[in-house]
């Protein structure tokens, strides 16, 4: 892969050297392509529901690279029994009423059959070459913003075991299918270096992505991070995913805990996210203005959750509550 590319075309003005959340290539000196393609699995019985979701989280990547989302792509993997008609039908649906919230059109698609369901969308939009976000350009000094609460991981897995509260389902899937649009429009009005939004890979995940690319220390501070509070009970009560684990172990090497944690705070952050945040990295004066511009647009959670500062090695450092 890195040999790939090195022989880039210069007009790849990001690639996947640095795991960013896009490829962005050059048409023109004030216009460039945003591209990406992501599919989920279904989180809950609704099938609407789940279209909208699926769509918001594929859609989410163009919004982490400060872009605009021009057309999409239904990725369709169906089943070929098993599920009605009209079930797939509310899939796709829901994840036309994204599209169209995102101003953008739907142009299209692909279906194969496949023993497990899977809905989302390939998405092309367009970004000023000039104003691109990267996950790779955060400076020491700067302040970190999570527009949305973390914990849809565990609260999903809890859901299919019933174990959850109807009212914290609820909280988490209007979260999951808020686009980021407006997070998008915010971060680059406030001056913003850096972002990447928080799916799979969780809050330690992501952030160390940050850090890697960059060449900085990053800092998460729990007490600021905005969560389900139902997500640390469940944790508690031994819910967790298939990929928590793995998140954390990917992590470890690399994080310092500067105190004593609590085993589900350290899992929470583990946690892999669908539809989740945008985690943005801007200059001191700017953030207090712009987390106040997200919650009088709607995202009441978002927060400053942590800072940047200069490391001699990429660092991710977790200061508990």
């Known amino acids: 892969m890195k040999g790939l590319e090195a022989e880039r075309d210069p007009n790849l003005l990001v690639g996947f050297a640095t795991s960013d959340d896009a490829g962005v290539y050059l048409l023109q000196d004030q216009v460039a392509l945003v591209q990406t393609v992501d599919f989920i699995t279904p989180i809950v019985d609704d099938p609407e529901v789940f279209g909208q979701v699926a769509a918001a989280n594929a859609l989410s990547d163009v919004y982490a690279m400060g872009g605009r989302p021009l057309t999409a792509l239904n990725v369709c993997c169906f089943p070929s029994r098993g599920i009605d008609r009209s079930s797939l039908a509310g899939i796709l649906r829901g994840g036309a009423s994204k599209v169209r919230e995102a101003g953008a059109a739907l142009v299209g698609g692909h279906t194969v059959q496949d023993s497990e369901l899977k809905y989302g969308l390939s998405v092309t939009g367009v970004v000023d070459p000039r104003h691109v976000v990267r996950n790779s350009t955060a400076v020491p000094g700067d302040v970190l913003v999570l527009t949305k609460p973390v914990g849809t991981g565990v609260i999903i897995n809890a859901y299919r075991e019933r174990r959850v509260s109807e009212a914290t389902l609820k909280e988490a899937l209007t979260e999951m299918a808020r686009l980021n649009a407006t997070g998008c429009r915010l971060m680059l009005e406030h001056g913003t270096h850096a972002c990447t939004d928080i799916t799979g890979f969780g809050v330690l ?107 001699p090695s990429p660092l991710l450092e977790i200061v508990p509550g």
């Open 205 to 311: 995940g992501h952030a160390l992505e940050m850090a890697e690319g960059s060449g900085v220390g990053i800092r998460i501070r729990m007490r600021d991070l905005p969560r389900y509070e139902e997500s640390l009970r469940l944790i508690r009560k031994g819910v967790t995913t298939a990929l928590t684990r793995c998140n954390l172990k990917l992590a470890r090497q690399k994080m310092r805990i500067a105190g004593s944690l609590p085993e589900e705070e350290l899992l929470l952050l583990a946690d892999p996210q669908t539809s989740g945040g945008l985690l943005i990295a801007l200059p001191a004066p700017g953030a207090e203005a712009l987390v106040s511009a997200l919650r009088a647009c709607g995202h009441h959670r978002a927060a400053c959750v942590g800072d940047v500062f200069a490391s």
